[in-house]
C-alpha cells in the first residue's frame, strides 16, 4: 500500500517538477547586451537612462561601468564595448587610429557644468575669480585668509588653515575640462601645469594635494577632509549638499552653477559643434568661458562614442536606445538634477548620426 502511495504521489508531482526544471534551463529570448563605460561626470545620468529605457524595452540590456574618460576611450579602442561616453572630445591621433578599424561617430549627449567645492567650516558663499582659483590650484595660495581670497569675500570668516587641495588620480574628462578652463584664465597655470585628463599637480610636492578615483572619490574626500577644496561635476555636488563656489564669469559677474547660468553659456557657444563624423575637431576651449551675463565659465558637452557599423542585432538596440536618449531622454523629467537636457538643434546632430548607423 505504501508502494502504491508513494507512487501516485510521484505521479501527481512529476508534472511540477518538470515544470520547475523546464523554467531553469530555457535561456531568456531576444535579449540583447550593450556595453559602455567611459567618464564619470555624466554616469549619474546614464543610469538613469538605462533604468527608464529597460523597464519599456526589457529586450535590450544596458551595462556601463564609470572608470574615466580614458579609461572609456581606451576600452572602445580595443573593441571592449560597444559606446564610450568621453566629456572631452578624442582628440585626432586616437581617432585615426579608430578610423583604421572602422567610422567613428561622436556627439553631444548631455550637458553638465564642472563646479568647485569646499569644506570650511562657518564659511557660505565663497567668491573666487579664475586667477585665484588657478592661484589655489597650483599651490601659489597657501591658507584660506590669503589676502586674494579675503580680497574676494570681505564679509567671510576665513580661517587661518592650510587649503587641502583633492583632485582626480585617474583618467579623467572632468581635469581635462576643469585644467582647460584655468589655463583660459591663467597664462601661469597653462605654462606650469598645462591641461589634460591626467596632470601633474604642484599642490601633490607641496604636501597639500590629494587624489580620489572617479567624481565620486573626490566628493568622498573633500567630505571627510576639512578646509579642502575640489572639482566635480554639479549632480555629484548637488547630491551631496556640497558648499559651491560663485565663479566670475567672463562678463565680470559671480554665478552659481544652475539650469539658467548652464543654458546661457550653451546658447553662447553650440554653433562650435563639429560633424559627428569629424569629431576629433572639437576644440573644448570654444565652449568655456562664454559670453554673457548669466553664463556659467565651466560648462562642457559630454559626448557618446559611437561605431557607424555593427552585428546587424546590436545595430538595431544601439539606433534604438540612443534614439530614445536623444528625444524622451533628454525631457526635464528624465533628466538627473545637476544636468541639462540637449537643445533640440543639438540633440538632432546626434540624432542624424545615430540614424546612419547601419548592421553587417
Sequence with gaps: MKRRYSLLLLLALAPLFCGCAQKHTTPEQNVITIYGSGATFPQPQIEKWISLYEKINPNIKIEYQGKGSGGGQNDFKEGLVDFAAT????????????????????????????????????????????????????????YWDDPAIKALNPNANLPHEKIIIIHRSDSSGTTKIFTTYLCLVSEEFEKKVGSGKLVNWPVDELG?????????????????????????????????????????????????????????????????????????????????????????????????????????????????????????????????????????????????????????
Design 87 to 142: 566629456d572631452p572630445p578624442v582628440k585626432e591621433n586616437l581617432w585615426r587610429e579608430l578610423e583604421r578599424k572602422g567610422q567613428p561617430l561622436q556627439f553631444p549627449i548631455i550637458v553638465g557644468a564642472v563646479v568647485v567645492v569646499y569644506n570650511v567650516p562657518g564659511v557660505d558663499n565663497l567668491r573666487l575669480d579664475g586667477k585665484t582659483l588657478a592661484d589655489i590650484f597650483m599651490g601659489k595660495i597657501e
Design 208 to 360: 597639500r594635494g590629494l587624489g580620489g578615483k572617479g567624481n565620486a572619490g573626490v566628493v568622498a574626500t573633500l567630505k571627510q577632509t576639512r578646509y579642502s577644496i575640489a572639482y566635480t561635476e554639479l549632480a555629484y555636488a548637488l547630491k551631496e549638499n556640497l558648499k559651491m563656489v560663485a565663479l566670475k564669469n567672463k562678463a565680470g559677474k559671480f554665478v552659481i552653477a544652475n539650469e539658467t547660468t548652464i543654458k546661457s553659456a550653451v546658447g553662447a557657444v553650440k554653433a562650435y559643434i563639429p560633424s559627428p563624423e569629424e569629431g576629433y575637431k572639437e576644440d573644448i576651449r570654444q565652449f568655456l568661458n562664454a559670453e554673457g551675463e548669466n553664463s556659467y565659465p565651466i560648462v562642457a558637452f559630454s559626448h557618446i562614442l559611437l561605431w557607424k557599423s555593427y552585428p546587424k542585432e546590436k545595430a538595431g538596440a544601439i539606433k534604438e536606445f540612443f534614439t530614445w536618449v536623444l528625444t524622451e531622454g533628454q525631457k526635464s523629467e528624465n533628466v538627473v538634477e545637476g544636468y541639462v537636457g540637449l537643445p533640440k538643434d543639438v540633440a538632432e546632430i546626434g540624432l542624424k548620426a545615430v540614424q546612419s548607423i547601419e548592421g553587417v
